[in-house]
Structures are given as C-alpha cells and as structure tokens.
C-alpha cells in the first residue's frame, strides 16, 4: 500500500518550473534547485548559498509542516533565532533609540527578500550591523557561531566587497537607500520602486 503524502510537498504534483537551476554567486555555474530546497553547495567550487527562489508552499502555515518537512522547518527556526540574537546584540550596542530603525530595516528586508529572493540570513544579519564597526561586526557573528562561509558573505556585503552583481549586496544597498528616503527612480527593483513610492 502506498503511503499518503502531503499534496503540497509531493513532486508528483509540481510543476515544471518548480525544478529551475540557478547560477552559482561566486564561480558562476549552474546549480539544480527544487523550489523547498534552502541551500545548496556548488559541485564546481563549494560555495553553499541559498535558494533565491524558495517557495515553501503549504509548509508556511500548515500545523503538520515539522513532521512533514522537519529539515525545512528546523533551517527557518535557527535563521529566525540567529536573526533576533544578533538583533538583541545589535540594540544594546547602538542603545534603544536605534529599536525602530532597526525594525523599519527588517521589515524592508523581509519585504525584498520575499519577493526578489536572496539569502535572508546575509541580507538580515548585514541590515542589522550596518551601523555597527566592521571589526565588531565580525566578533558579533563569531560569537553567535555563524557558520564562516556565511560571515563572510555577510561582512563582504557590509565592506562592498560582494560584487556589484550580487543579489544579496543589491538587496542590502536597497534597504539603505530606502531608509535615507532614496527616490523610486534610484532603485533597481521594481520591488524597491514599490516600496519606496509607498512613502
């Protein structure tokens, strides 16, 4: 007999799209993603990035979705926790008055990364050390154990060492330009013109 699976995560009903390759970030060649898949590792050069296509379908809201998917599941909670850690770090450094700054940054983060994709871990953690010194920076995410590839990432966005390419530093240069009240016609994602013609 077979076993039952959740309609929503079964690839029978999937469709062709839902299987896509993506470019590599750092050697530039094409890496297979499913649509849940949350990152992946190059065969060519052995950069782990994220799924800048994500799509977690039913998963978002279903009670089922830890026995379901658990690896899935597990990812989100420690990038949820990582991200409010480093937040709680972050608002003593610079004290409480910079609380809705930060706020206002994540929710424009969440909002860009949702639609044009990126790595939420990099483009949460660089929105939230902006302000904060490089060399800080850099112990603050040694303390919280993040993984090395992944700080590096993060303080490559932060310096504008990231190529001028790079999903992640075009959505973190987004963000900063719509907290300095940049114009519509300065920003380069139609989610950002969006955003920023909200105001």
Known sequence: MEQVKCPGQDTRFWKAEDIFTVECPKCGAEIEF???????RC?????LFYNPKIELGCAEYCQYADKCVPELMAERRAMATFRERLKERVSARLGPEAAPRLEQALGLAADLLKAEGGDP??????????????????????ELGTEPEIAE???AV???????ADLNRRLFEEVQALLTGAPPEALA?????KLAARR
């Open 43 to 47: 065969a060519w050069c052995g950069h």
């Open 189 to 193: 994602t139609t989610t950002g013109r």
């Open 158 to 164: 932060l310096t504008g060492a990231a190529p001028a």
């Open 121 to 142: 871990k990099v483009v949460f953690a660089a929105v939230l050390l902006a302000e904060v010194p490089r060399e800080e920076a850099a112990g603050l995410l040694t």
């Open 153 to 155: 990432q993060i303080l």
């Open 34 to 40: 499913f649509k849940d898949d949350t990152r992946r």
